[in-house]
C-alpha cells in the first residue's frame, strides 16, 4: 500500500456545487477502488484563490493510476507532493474521501499549512519535503 499528501491551487475557485460533484465522482470511484483519504479545501478572500491539500492512500497500482488522473485534471495546477512512501496500516480507514472546507483558523492548527495563501509558501515549496505531513492530516481523522 501507498500514500500520497500534495498541495495544489484550483485553476478557478471551486463553487459549492463543484466541490459536491467532486466529492460524490471521487468517493464512489475511490469506494470501488480500495482509495481512502482527506481532502481540504481553502479559499482565499484576500487573493479570490482556492486551494487543495490532499492525502490519498491505497493498492500500488490503483493509486498510481489515480494519481496520473489527479496530475492531469485541468481544474487545478502547481501540484506539489508534500510525502509519499509505503504503509501497511491505512491512515484514514473509513473514509473513502474525507473532506473539509478550511478556513485559516482551521490551519493555523497545522504548522507549516499556515500560510497556504502566501507567495513564500509556494516559492519555498520543494517536492517531499514535508514528511510531517501525513500525521498533521491524520489529526483530522
Ligand atoms: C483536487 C482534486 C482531487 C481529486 N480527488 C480524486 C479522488 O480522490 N478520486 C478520484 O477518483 N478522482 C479524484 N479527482 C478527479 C480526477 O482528477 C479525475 O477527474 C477523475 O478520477 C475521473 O477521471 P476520468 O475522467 O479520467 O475517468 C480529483 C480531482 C481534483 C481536482
Known amino acids: 500500500m501507498k500514500y500520497i499528501v500534495y498541495v495544489s491551487q484550483a485553476k478557478a475557485p471551486f463553487s459549492k456545487l463543484a466541490l ?12 470501488n477502488e480500495g482509495i481512502t483519504g482527506l481532502l481540504l479545501y481553502r479559499y482565499s478572500d484576500d487573493f ?24 492531469e485534471d485541468r481544474r487545478h495546477h502547481t501540484i506539489v507532493t508534500l510525502a509519499e512512501g509505503k504503509q501497511t ?17 482551521d490551519l493555523e ?21 514535508m514528511p510531517e505531513a501525513v500525521e498533521l492530516l491524520r489529526g483530522f481523522y
Open 109 to 129: 492548527a497545522l504548522p507549516g499549512f499556515a500560510e497556504i495563501e502566501t507567495e513564500s509558501f509556494w516559492e519555498n515549496l520543494k517536492a517531499n519535503e
Open 48 to 71: 479570490d484563490k482556492g486551494y487543495f491539500i490532499q492525502a490519498i492512500e491505497g493498492p500500488d497500482d490503483v493509486l498510481n493510476a489515480l494519481w496520473d488522473r489527479i496530475s
Open 20 to 31: 459536491k460533484e467532486l466529492l460524490e465522482k471521487s468517493r464512489a470511484r475511490n469506494s
Open 89 to 105: 496500516d491505512r491512515m484514514f480507514p473509513n473514509w473513502s474521501m474525507g473532506f473539509r472546507n478550511v478556513e485559516a483558523k
